[in-house]
Nanobody, 115 residues
Framework: QVQLVESGGGLVHTGGSLRLSCAASGSIFRRNVMGWYRQAPGKQRELVAS???????NYADSVKGRFNISRDNAKNTVLLQMNGLKPEDTAVYYC?????????WGQGTQVTVSS
């Protein structure tokens, strides 16, 4: 079983920064994809950014140039540095790990950006 524990959410003003962290534990295959999704009230969950264990990243168009995803394979952690935050970034952010046909989710962390 895989567990994902997130930290780093909070309340910031427009233009501020936050860094989200996710630590994975359990039986984790070396080849995997870790990422961050978010869900705002009344909206579907959407991909924010993802990063492969062998390299390569994907970003939602809405966060390109503002957010940066990175990972430490030795520690099974993934970070999301969020800069230039906007009110529309307000959502619950979920850590995600995909490997060997399975998918795991963290409990979510709230990010609120005030205008």
């Amino acid at each position: 079983q895989v567990q994902l524990v997130e930290s780093g959410g909070g309340l910031v003003h427009t233009g501020g920064s936050l860094r989200l962290s996710c630590a994975a534990s359990g039986s984790i295959f070396r080849r995997n994809v870790m990422g961050w999704y978010r869900q705002a009230p009344g909206k579907q969950r959407e991909l924010v950014a993802s990063i492969y264990s062998v390299g390569g990243t994907n970003y939602a168009d809405s966060v390109k140039g503002r957010f940066n995803i990175s990972r430490d394979n030795a520690k099974n952690t993934v970070l999301l540095q969020m800069n230039g935050l906007k009110p529309e970034d307000t959502a619950v952010y979920y850590c995600n790990l995909q490997t060997l046909g399975s998918e795991y989710w963290g409990q979510g962390t709230q990010v609120t950006v005030s205008s």
